[in-house]
């Protein structure tokens, strides 16, 4: 029996230091990947941000939208020499992010079944009690506006700490452009991905099959006009490919 991915060429648009894992799981499935990061993570060391660091005992809650918030918040915390007070939790929005914060010594009190900021947002306000401190919301320079929106919505207090820049990776639109016709699927794994790739393809490739990692990331491809579109569930970088391999198996028995 052949590996699932039948040789289809998989173009993986996700930060270099995420992207070489996911290229060795389309290998091993018997895909053909293709690797032009689109975006680039640069953590943010501004002194303005050690002030909120210094009263995190005001908070009830840390909320950690993706693994590069959690990146650079405790990065932040070990460069000050501070240690999150045992009063805090942490909510984090999936798996792979509980898995990164398990590296800093971590566990998280809040990991909603759906592994996007929508369900993140209307899944936590069943944990938070009145009697709770306001929140503390870790976040991105180009995170969407969903979950502060929500927050604002129920009336919870919350204030937002910006601990990392994601950056269009200028330097790969050359190599994107070589490679857009001769690729069968595009992987999404963050709105931003989305963004950058439309900003840094000289076209969209109408042959191509487009996966998004999550219901935020389908909507940031529709609203940029792409087409063919398929959303994983749950919302993981292996679930994506298992859809992939769907897709790839139906569209070989289709050409026998």
Not at 72 to 86: A, E, M
């Amino acid at each position: 029996m052949g590996k699932p991915l039948h040789g289809e060429r998989i173009l993986i648009t996700r930060e270099v230091t995420k992207a070489d894992g996911m290229a060795e799981k389309v290998t091993k499935l018997g895909g053909n990947p293709v690797v032009v990061p689109m975006i680039e993570i640069k953590y943010n060391q501004n002194p303005a941000n050690h002030t909120i660091l210094h009263r995190l005992a005001d908070f009830s809650w840390v909320l950690l939208t993706s693994a590069n918030g959690v990146h650079g918040f405790f990065q932040l915390l070990r460069q000050q020499n501070i240690v999150l007070p045992q009063t805090v939790k942490i909510g984090v929005v999936g798996k792979r992010t509980e898995d990164v914060l398990k590296t800093y010594g971590y566990n998280a009190s809040f990991v909603p079944e759906t592994f996007d900021a929508l369900a993140m947002a209307e899944v936590f306000m069943s944990h938070y009690k009145k009697k709770d401190k306001p929140v503390l919301l870790i976040r991105g320079n180009l995170s969407r506006k969903t979950l502060p929106e929500k927050l604002y919505e129920a009336q919870i207090p919350f204030e937002t700490l910006e601990v990392y820049e994601t950056m269009y990776a200028r330097e790969s639109k050359q190599a994107l452009n070589r490679v857009l016709s001769s690729v069968d699927y595009v992987t999404f794994t963050s709105p931003s991905t989305v963004e950058a790739f439309a900003a840094l393809a000289a076209y969209i490739p109408e042959k191509a099959t487009y996966i998004c990692i999550g219901q935020t990331t389908e909507e940031k491809a529709e609203e940029e006009g792409i087409p063919n579109l398929h959303t994983s569930s749950p919302y993981t970088a292996d679930a994506m490919l298992c859809l992939i391999g769907k897709l790839a198996n139906e569209r070989k028995m289709n050409d026998e």
